[in-house]
């Protein structure tokens, strides 16, 4: 498992921000409404991505999960145009599905440390050491919240995620 540096530019995207433990209620109804909001607007982005940071001076994996916050996030294939997402919210709003919260945003990470993660969510803490030995040893550090792209579903048996740092000269 290796690490690599990798350049990120503007992103367009569907974007619901929260507060809550990964698989819980709030998370959940997040993911939801941006995959309801996206076929309603024509089809899926994707794959989901999500934007993880604490407001802790602790380390992210110390802080309980409950008091995480992170910015789900469906790439879309180019900006939509003006009115489309408040039209496709509209006609999804009786699903019941948090819809309002979805809004467009872009994201520009710029420089970037990634890895691909083969293995379960309780062992990404490796994969992250490896990313962290790799920032050290180029001389990075943490330049905006921790990225992660789903490349499989959650409940995946051999799940696959894009772990993305974006970072910045020591």
């Given at each position: ?46 794959p ?37 997402l ?13 819809v ?47 990225h ?23």
């Open positions: 498992m290796n690490a690599e540096l990798t350049t990120h530019g503007p992103v367009t995207c569907l974007n619901v921000t929260g507060l809550g433990e990964p698989g819980g209620g709030e998370h959940v109804s997040a993911i939801r409404a941006l995959f309801t909001v996206a076929g309603a607007m024509g089809g899926p982005g994707g989901l991505e999500g934007l993880w940071w604490v407001e802790d001076e602790r380390p992210g994996l110390e802080v309980p999960r409950e008091q995480w916050r992170w910015h789900l996030l469906l790439p879309l294939p180019a900006a939509p145009e003006p009115g489309r408040e039209r496709a919210r509209e006609s999804v709003r009786a699903c019941g599905a948090a309002d919260r979805v809004r467009v945003a872009v994201f520009t990470e710029g420089q970037c440390v990634e890895i691909l993660h083969h293995g379960p969510f309780s062992e990404e803490h490796l994969s992250l050491k490896v990313m962290e030995e790799f920032m050290d040893e180029h001389a990075l550090v943490p330049n905006g919240p921790h992660e792209v789903y490349l499989t579903a959650f409940d995946d048996p051999d799940p696959r995620t894009v772990l993305r740092q974006p970072v910045r000269p020591a």
